[in-house]
Structure formats: structure tokens, C-alpha cells
T-cell receptor, first 111, second 117 residues
């Protein structure tokens, strides 16, 4: 059954690197892995997307091991404004293209 | 701003009312989505429209009725809702809803906070 699993919450301090892992055991060959950030009273916002190995942009990195059954979002040197909920999304193309969001990881960054 | 607007931002309705949620995207995208987000739960995909055609209906009750008159507008018509339907309803768009769906970046609106009394 298609499912993505993330930790419910994480705490961090300003300036630290934060790594959030998502498990997606039934990912299909065609599927991408996408991460979104959501602040209260707002819709999710795209952070990064990857297919395999490593992807880096100006705000985050995404690490995907060879078996692609998990992925790790890495936020370098977080600040208070990074306090938000982070969701991973997998399409599970081999199961009818169901877009399955993880339950979200609530990241709290403390001063 | 993401280029996706939703109105109203807040809606309170009784179980016998009929109301509609509106979504508009200014990005020239061809795919639009409705999601439901309940408290402490992940986003649940409700409907997908690709080039104005409904391509996905995730077993949503018939009291929710989507309408997509063109690629820029999406509506969600509501009637005889239940209190458990209270949630944040999010609209999103993407360039192309073609497969694989997970490869298409979605742009979300701010949502409509719906309360059913």
C-alpha cells in the first residue's frame, strides 16, 4: 500500500543543520520525490525535488539513496523563520499515480 | 504570492447550506487540484483536473462537486455538508498534470478555512 512516513516533529536551534527523513518503500521507477514547506494559514510551498542521488538548490539539499526507499531533506543553518511543517510527496506512479503526502514534520527552531 | 488565489478565505456554513469555493490561477498551468487538510492530518487529494477534464476523484462524497470551466478556474460546490467536513481546503495548480504526477511542481493557494456547524 502506498505510504510515506515522516517524523511528527523535530526541534532544532538557530544555525544548526536539520535533516528530515521520509520513508517511501513502494516508490516506483517513474516517481519523483518532492518536499514542501507550510506555514500556518498558508498553502504548502515547493522547496526541492529529486529523483536520485543528490539535489541542491539555494535553500536545501535532498539526498536519495540508491534504492530510493527513503529521502532526506537537509536544511543548512536553520533560522527562526524555518519553523514550519515540512511534507514529502511521492506520486506512487505504479499505484495509479496517487499523490501521497507524508503526515508532515513540524520543525521548531529555537533561538 | 504563488499566483493561485482562493476565495473566500474563511467560510462558516450550516449543514443545509449550499456554498461554493473558488480558485483561480494566473500561471498559465493546465492542471488544477483540490486538497482537504484536516487538523493534524496530511493533505488529502480530492480531485484533479487536467486540461479541464477530471482525471482523478479520490472517492470523495457526492456532497462535494467540482467544476472546472477552463484551465484557470476551479470551483468546489458544497451542499449538505457534515461537521467532519470542517477543514482547510487547498487549491493547487501545476504546469501539466500528465504522468508522472509527482514530477510536476504544484503551486498552492492560501486555502479556504471551512467550518460546518
Amino acid at each position: 500500500l502506498a505510504k510515506t512516513t515522516q517524523p511528527i516533529s523535530m526541534d532544532s536551534y538557530e544555525g544548526q543543520e536539520v535533516n528530515i527523513t521520509c520513508s517511501h518503500n513502494n516508490i516506483a521507477t517513474n516517481d519523483y520525490i518532492t518536499w514542501y514547506q507550510q506555514f500556518p494559514s498558508q498553502g504548502p510551498r515547493f522547496i526541492i525535488q529529486g529523483y536520485k542521488t543528490k539535489v541542491t538548490n539555494e535553500v536545501a539539499s535532498l539526498f536519495i539513496p540508491a534504492d530510493r526507499k527513503s529521502s532526506t531533506l537537509s536544511l543548512p543553518r536553520v533560522s527562526l523563520s524555518d519553523t514550519a511543517v515540512y511534507y514529502c510527496l511521492v506520486g506512487f506512479y505504479n499505484q495509479g499515480g496517487k499523490l501521497i503526502f507524508g503526515q508532515g514534520t513540524e520543525l521548531s527552531v529555537k533561538p | 504570492e504563488t499566483g493561485v488565489t482562493q476565495t473566500p478565505r474563511h467560510l462558516v456554513m450550516g449543514m443545509t447550506n449550499k456554498k461554493s469555493l473558488k480558485c483561480e490561477q494566473h500561471l498559465g498551468h493546465n492542471a488544477m487540484y483540490w486538497y482537504k487538510q484536516s487538523a493534524k492530518k496530511p493533505l488529502e487529494l480530492m480531485f484533479v483536473y487536467n486540461f479541464k477534464e477530471q482525471t482523478e476523484n479520490n472517492s470523495v462524497p457526492s456532497r462535494f462537486s467540482p467544476e472546472c470551466p477552463n484551465s484557470s478556474h476551479l470551483f468546489l460546490h458544497l451542499h449538505t455538508l457534515q461537521p467532519e467536513d470542517s477543514a482547510l481546503y487547498l487549491c493547487a495548480s501545476s504546469q501539466d498534470g500528465a504522468s508522472p504526477p509527482s514530477g510536476d511542481t504544484q503551486y498552492f493557494g492560501p486555502g479556504t478555512r471551512l467550518t460546518v456547524l
